[in-house]
């Protein structure tokens, strides 16, 4: 009965997981310019990754390899939003240059425009 | 089955992922482009790892989950001090 | 995997190569893992995604970040590639299939060391003891390649400031490996992920005995740690936090022990680098033996990587 | 089964292909450098793809698991690939001794100066 739930909840959890997974990596393609893109980005990270990782933890059980895996949740909770923070802030300190320097790679990343405000 | 239902939502999404670094128009894209599939590449390899009966290979995406984080500062870095008084984005026109 | 070759052919059309190499060696390790290299993956994990793709940015970083534009359709090349390709194809035809068990490759020495590495070596990860105990003389080889390799690096540009002749402009702004002071969030990080990391590049190499992992792979993780220090603390603290003789006895010494190693064993009585001789039970002999020439590696290549990589940061100033 | 069994060794091929053109119809040194690099994966892939045999699983022995993955390529290839780093490093070092001498890395340009000197 238990593992019965086990087994559900992890279906759960590693389909829906893997849903975000889709989700943000559509969003990624989709969105119009670099900040939001880094939203969709952050889908997978965190709520991509997270539940599948929890998912698999329901299978593991309480072994090593469980710990394993809530080693690299934590890690990857701690440095994904780092990453994410250190690019924005390049993109914003470096990125705002193009759009003033002339209209030469408008027709590449005009997409670009709105985040420049 | 339901690992299998994983892998193949993972690859999808890494599919799309590659499809932004090679389009990505700014450096930035490329980049978030090239973390994202980092991250997916630890999901995946910790989802193959439960496919295939022997997950004690998770150390591999232990270490991707650290490395990842390593390159992407270095990328960034790179760029963020490099490209000062030029136009960034504008090199990668290659396509 | 057909997605990852996918995304390795349309690689070369692509400027920012860079970057898509490191997107390259991800796909490349994940597609190391479906075919069972777990320990091969691991190094590409830990080489391949690190510490190349930074070495090649720091090298970008020195020269130029512009190919000139010019027509890359060259007709010859693209023939002879074709040529060579459809030789080799033609070649693969006599190959055995993919996944077939009964390929020339499975029969020879493969069986052997899987039957009798256990029983010989007590090391579960088979390919850990063909590594360090059944292919030795090889892996003594290849650590000394790295150590030369870093030497090289060293004397081709680890002295002197380099004088600009020409290409960069000289009023360009620092390179960027200067410190990293206006990011309080990411020092914190750091400073929380860097011990982490370091118990970690341990955890790897005692552990490369029963799991994937060992040498090589540890001493690549720990030489990242310390490109993370230098990444985010500067090149200058780095030099301070691990000294310039502190990398060099490193270098050294993991072949010293290496070597070293062997030679114990060629006074212990038994061959160059048969470990069978290090204690009374060969069997515990030869762990310990693998055990030591992991170490021997982990430390030459966690020497050369530091090096190599405080070389390439250091140029700018 | 004669068509598919030899995909692997194809696309190996194709990377080889791919790696071999970006060396010789660059002149972009850094760009050769990252030909020579997929170059050497398309010799690991193959290698590694010679290894694998079906239904095997990776060369750590633990019971259960009778068939395992041939380990020796696992070994050539490992050390390979830490030695490829090591002189891909050494490479990258000559280029950069190349840029302080002649002060660019396109190959043509180079030999331009070779021959006016």
Known sequence: MVALIVDVLSWALILGGGAFCVIGAVGMLRMPDVFTRMHAAGVVDTAGLGLILIGLMLQAGFTLVMVKLALILVFVLYTSPMSTHALAQSAVSTGVQPLLADGANNQKDKEDEPSKT | MMFAAGTLAVLVSMALALARALLGPTIYDRIMAVNSFGTLTVILIAVIGFLSDRPSFLDISLVYALINFITTIAIMKFFKYNRIGRRSGEDLGGL | ?317 | MQFPGLFNYWIAIVLMMAGFYMVMAHGNLIKKIVGLNVFQVSVFVFYISMSKIKGGTAPILEPGFEVYSNPLPSVLILTAIVVGVATTALALALIVRIHDAYGTIEEDEINAQESES
């Open chain 3, 1 to 317: 995997m057909a997605a990852a070759a996918i995304g390795m052919i349309r690689l070369r059309n692509l400027f920012a190569v860079v970057m898509l190499s490191g997107i390259f060696s991800l796909s490349a390790a994940a597609l190391y893992v479906v075919l069972d290299a777990v320990d091969v993956a691991f190094t590409e994990a830990s080489v391949g995604a690190g510490i190349a793709t930074v070495l090649m940015l720091s090298t970008l970083a020195l020269t130029t970040t512009e190919e000139a534009i010019k027509d890359h359709r060259n007709m010859s090349a693209l023939v002879v590639v074709l040529i060579a390709g459809a030789v080799l194809i033609y070649g693969t035809l006599d190959m055995p299939f993919y996944g077939d068990p009964m390929a020339p490759i499975h029969l020879h020495v493969a069986p052997l060391y899987l039957r009798d590495s256990i029983v010989a070596t007590g090391v579960p990860n088979v390919v850990t003891s063909v590594l360090a105990s059944y292919r030795g003389y090889d892996t003594l080889g290849e650590t000394t390649v790295i150590f030369t390799a870093a030497a090289s690096v060293m004397a081709l540009i680890g002295r002197g400031r380099r004088k600009v002749k020409h290409g960069v402009p000289e009023g360009a702004p620092s390179h960027g490996y200067s410190s990293m002071k206006p990011h309080p969030i990411l020092r914190v990080t750091a400073k929380l992920l860097i011990p982490a990391i370091l118990i970690y590049a341990f955890y790897v190499q005692a552990h490369g005995d029963f799991g994937p992992g060992g040498g090589f792979q540890a001493g690549v993780i720990f030489g990242s740690t310390f490109i993370l220090y230098a990444l985010i603390f500067g090149v200058d603290n780095t030099r301070i936090a691990i000294r310039g003789w502190v990398r060099r006895t490193m270098m050294a010494s993991g072949v010293l022990i290496y070597a070293g190693t062997g030679v114990a064993a060629l006074l212990l009585g038994g061959n160059f680098l048969d470990y069978s001789a290090l204690l009374h039970d060969p069997v515990h002999g030869q762990h310990l033996g693998i055990f030591l020439v992991e170490l021997g590696v982990g430390v030459t290549v966690s020497g050369s990587m530091i090096t190599i990589f405080l070389i390439f940061a250091g140029q700018d100033r």
